[in-house]
């Protein structure tokens, strides 16, 4: 039978929403009870709940009012478009973007990333790429790392994920680059799907440049967090 109540929890970035939420896999027919065991693991980890809810099918009404009456605030609420890659990249990359393809973060690139104010993304991406089939694409203009886009590879799927770029350096050609060089190199790798999710309409275009074509479908998904 499945649990309840999936909690994720990564103590060592206590900042990062993706790895410490909650989720509701089935409804139980007491849901304050759920509620409050998701409120006390993670108040015993020194950490503000949250749940994260994700569906196709639309959403909860039962789960949104039980989280609201346990005082919890609904927050990043967003209609998430799926993207399929299904054709070649058509994106002609800027040649003043070098594109480095690594493994694991080194100390270099990890001190770049947080000077970008990414030290949250920085943490998650080292965490990442501790599995075999992660790869991280590196963006440069002049050796300074400016975009970043982490490939990644579950059971057989492959995904695009924490795509991003410095605020200075946007609209210059980095991210597309960045793109650019994930869909060659997955595609010299795997057979198999990739497939990325956005809410960002600049992004989508990127996207649809790189050979992905949005699926007809969307998901729903917010975060429930309750502060006290």
């Known amino acids: ?22 989720r509701v896999l089935n409804q139980p027919a007491d849901l304050p009870a759920a509620i409050d065991e998701i409120v006390a693991f993670y108040h015993g980890h020194g950490l503000t709940p949250r749940v994260k809810f994700v569906s196709a099918e639309g959403d909860d009404p039962r789960l949104r009012r039980a989280l609201a009456n346990a005082g919890f605030e609904f927050v990043d609420e967003e209609a998430m478009r799926v993207y399929l890659h299904e054709g070649p990249s058509r994106i002609t990359p800027n040649p003043a973007v070098r594109v480095r393809r690594l493994d694991r973060l080194d100390d270099e690139t990890f001190a770049a990333l947080g000077t970008l104010n990414w030290p949250r993304v920085a943490k998650v991406i080292a965490r990442r790429l501790l599995r075999e089939d992660d790869f991280l694409f590196v963006g440069e203009f002049d050796g300074q790392a400016v975009s970043v ?29 960045v793109i650019d060089a994930l869909v060659a190199d997955y595609q010299a790798r795997w057979a198999e799907p990739l497939y990325l999710w956005t809410d960002n309409p600049i992004a989508e275009r990127l996207y649809q440049e790189g050979g992905f074509v949005k699926l007809d479908c969307s998901f729903t998904s917010w975060t429930a967090r309750r502060e006290q």
Do not use: F, K
């Open 1 to 22: 039978m499945w649990p309840i109540n999936v909690m994720y929890v990564t103590p060592t970035i206590p900042e990062s929403h993706d790895g410490n939420h909650a």
């Open 149 to 177: 886009a982490l490939l990644e590879r579950v059971d057989g799927i492959c995904r695009v994920d924490e795509v991003h770029t410095a605020e200075a350096s946007r609209g210059q050609g980095a991210a597309r680059a």
